[in-house]
């Protein structure tokens, strides 16, 4: 599908540096912090963390010194050798995004400044969102400049640091965008890293379920969707990063779950591996006829991914107060024509029904309620993800295209690097 990257994976932060040619100071770091509470950085801090390590450290420094605090102060003294590659927006795309609309550069990186770090990104996340980003129009975020590189979250290794928040080793999250390295403040907003942890889980979980798209799944269906044990919770996208696990906590919460997905393997996968009650295949059958056949007391929730033609059809099915929670239009992002709305939507009057939208950003205060709830679950092995992992960076262009396609099965992430 695309190439991969051939890159040299180094054994150590100091032999890394004499590959690439940089010089590093080196230190070794005895941690003994004790956990404290989470908190969230920035715009792309999208849950907070399982766990933060805060307190002070005992060092064992090399051409280093302590940071003033007690902190252990890592730098690095040169990686202008570094060549940044990067995917800029190079025009507002007309229909699906081709590769025109991209320009690929290769800029070399600078010195660091004082608190400041160097990431390597490591794995990419891919979203339904992106395309929205690259429109020129009001929204609930600014949109991607021309000339910017395309905004993108994802997980990565500190490579350097000038700064005592981050030491070489750590692994981030944050707003890395669609680049090889990301190089800049270590409390910068638009970047917004935080450490994660790959002993507590695998670095893609951290763009699945534990990141933004499960943020977006546990408060739209919880606090928008309000579903109560028993009811009928309906949900599109059923394969995707978000409906599944909007249909797993719809379990975990006492209802009957049917999804709606394209092709008898994602069916198969959210009906046998996580738990649904029924899967409609909207590619191989009527959805009109499935939900009567597997909804036959009505929808009472609808969390709908993909808006078009089902949403349509959902709204027939659906009950007094009902609650359709508006979460995406993947089949209307790249239409040349207008977005075209739900003629049924009188079925909201007749049925007093709501149908109300949902920005994850809002709910950043209460990440940790969602990572807390779903991370014990994922323990306890009543709660899985998937991702769908493409590899390198140049396979960029080709591989968003696959959210478009429905050609994804899980959490699309490209790999760029090596962990």
Not at 177 to 184: A, E, I, N
Not at 392 to 403: E, I, N, V, Y
Request: glycine share 12%; aromatic share 8%; net charge positive.
């Amino acid at each position: 599908m695309a190439r991969l990257l051939q890159r040299k994976k180094s054994s150590s932060v100091k032999k890394y540096a004499q590959e690439k040619s940089t010089t590093v100071r080196v230190i070794i770091c005895r941690d003994f912090a004790k956990p404290a509470g989470a908190r969230l950085v920035g715009f792309f801090g999208w849950f907070l963390m399982i766990l933060i390590t805060l307190g002070r450290a005992t060092c064992k420094i090399k051409n280093a010194t302590a940071h003033p605090q007690g902190e252990c102060m890592t730098t690095n003294l040169s990686t202008t050798q570094l060549i940044n590659q990067q995917f800029r927006l190079a025009a507002r795309p007309q229909g699906m995004p081709k590769d025109s609309d991209w320009q690929f550069t290769e800029v070399p990186l600078t010195e660091l400044n004082d608190g400041e770090i160097l990431v390597e990104t490591i794995y990419l996340s891919l979203d339904p969102a992106m395309r929205g980003w690259m429109n020129d129009g009001k929204s609930y975020i600014r949109p991607v400049g021309i000339g910017e590189v395309m905004r993108a979250g994802g997980i990565g290794k500190v490579i350097a640091s000038k700064s005592p928040r981050f030491a070489v080793g750590d692994y981030v999250s944050g707003g890395t965008g669609v680049q090889k390295y990301w190089q800049g403040a270590a409390d910068d907003k638009h970047g917004g890293f935080y450490k994660v942890d790959p002993r507590l889980a695998p670095l893609p979980k951290y763009l699945n379920a534990l990141g933004m798209p499960g943020m977006t799944a546990y408060f739209g269906l919880l606090d928008v969707g309000l579903p109560k044990a028993g009811e009928t919770v309906v949900v599109s996208g059923a394969a995707g990063a978000v409906g599944m696990t909007v249909g797993q906590v719809a379990k975990h919460k006492g209802c009957r779950v049917v999804g709606i997905a394209g092709g008898p393997d994602k069916c198969d996968f959210v009906v046998k591996e996580l738990g649904f009650d029924a899967c409609i295949d909207y590619k191989n059958q009527s959805v009109k006829d499935g939900l009567k056949e597997h909804c036959p007391k009505g929808v009472d929730v609808y969390f709908d991914n993909v808006g078009g033609d089902i949403l349509d059809t959902v709204l027939t099915r659906i009950n007094m107060k009902a609650r359709i929670v508006i979460c995406g239009a993947i089949s209307q992002y790249n239409n040349t024509e207008p977005v075209k709305g739900p003629s049924n939507y009188l079925s909201l009057l007749v049925n007093r029904a709501r149908m109300e939208g949902i920005v994850v950003f809002d709910y950043a205060p209460r990440y940790g309620e969602a990572v807390a709830e779903m991370a014990k679950w994922m323990q306890e092995g009543s709660f899985k993800s998937r991702e769908d992992i493409v590899q390198g960076l140049q396979a960029f262009p080709q591989s968003l295209l696959m959210l478009f396609e429905g050609k994804n099965f899980g959490k699309l992430v490209l790999q760029v690097g090596q962990e």
